[in-house]
């Protein structure tokens, strides 16, 4: 399979673990999702591709939905890190 980004075919696959977050000093509270899955890179551009599993999706859906302790949703500021 190539890149989409560059077209290169040299892509291999990793197991990465990683932590999606709630970006901002209001979302501390809010419990991380952490999850560990295979990613595609390639090692000409660094593009990298992932899926998350629908166990994990939903937290991250069910984070960005519920308001924190402030009344805000964590919509506004999630990130993965």
């Known amino acids: 399979m ?6 290169s075919s040299n892509q291999r696959t990793f197991v990465a ?4 977050s709630f970006k901002g ?3 501390l509270s809010r419990e991380p999702v952490y999850i560990t899955q295979d990613i595609s890179v390639c090692l000409d551009c660094g593009r ?3 899926t998350f599993p629908p166990a994990e999706l939903e937290r991250l859906k069910q984070g960005v939905s519920e308001p ?8 506004d500021g ?3 890190s």
């Open 2 to 7: 190539r890149c989409e980004k560059c077209a």
């Open 17 to 20: 673990e990683l932590t999606a």
């Open 25 to 27: 000093i209001e979302n």
């Open 48 to 50: 990298t591709e992932l």
């Open 68 to 75: 924190d302790s402030h009344g805000r949703s964590g919509l």
């Open 78 to 80: 999630s990130h993965i």
